[in-house]
């Protein structure tokens, strides 16, 4: 069974739509990381959680701890958010990173 | 913003030969790590590195993979015998910082 899992897999969206990909994990954490991939492969990493909320830019990450799920959200969207976004986890500070399989994001103008 | 280093961005190679992947981490950090991601599906953990040693390694991680940090500040993946399938991207990492990766084809 996957430690993490995300939903959807794929999602089209219009341009200025708001977007929600959902993560849920079945291991304890130390931290919950939001990553993101564009064809071509390199991963930047977006927001590094352990509790809360955090907000950057139009981007949102909320995480609940006690129902082990979080959630990225993306507002007023944009043909360049177009890109895999990837929800991993480790379960302590210096431990590895376990990735989730990614949601395909692509935003139509 | 600290960066990972990763040489060189593509790699073509001839099934059988030996390939070295090179990174150059986060100058100060201590943990050190190998992740691949064959095309399509999802990054997997390869192995592990503090304080110069493998502190975790992946099935994945079997006798032809080996890393080392010959000179204190370059941090190595070599396959000693390419197989078909270990074409994939190949990302370093200092802890959760991650390098553009090393995009590895055997033919």
């Known amino acids: 069974k996957n430690e993490v899992e995300q939903s959807p897999q794929n999602l089209t969206a219009q341009e200025g739509e708001f977007i929600t990909i959902n993560c849920s994990y079945s291991?304890?954490?130390?931290?919950l990381h939001w990553l993101q991939q564009h064809p071509g492969g390199g991963i930047v990493s977006l927001f590094m959680?352990?509790?809360g909320k955090k907000k950057h830019g139009r981007l949102i990450a909320t995480i609940n701890i006690q129902e082990k799920h979080s959630s990225l959200h993306i507002t007023a969207s944009h043909p360049r958010d177009s890109a895999v976004y990837i929800c991993?986890?480790?379960?302590?500070?210096?431990?590895?990173?376990?990735f989730g399989p990614g949601t395909s994001l692509s935003v139509i103008p | 913003e600290p960066e990972v280093t990763q040489t060189p961005s593509h790699q073509v190679t001839q099934m059988g030969q030996e390939v070295i992947l090179r990174c150059v981490p986060i100058?100060?950090?201590?943990?050190f790590y190998w992740y691949r991601q064959i095309l399509g599906q999802k990054v997997e953990f390869l192995v592990s590195?503090?304080?110069?040693?493998?502190?975790?390694k992946s099935e994945i991680f079997d006798d032809q993979f080996s890393v080392e940090r010959p000179d204190g500040s370059n941090f190595t993946l070599k396959i000693r015998s390419t197989k078909l399938e270990d074409s994939a991207m190949y990302f370093c990492?200092?802890?959760?910082?991650f390098g553009s990766g090393t995009r590895l084809t055997v033919v």
């Open positions: 959680l352990s509790s």
């Open positions: 991993a986890v480790q379960k302590t500070s210096y431990d590895k990173v376990i």
């Open positions: 100058s100060n950090h201590l943990y």
């Open positions: 990492a200092s802890l959760y910082t």
């Open positions: 590195f503090y304080n110069n040693e493998i502190s975790e």
């Open positions: 291991v304890g954490i130390s931290a």
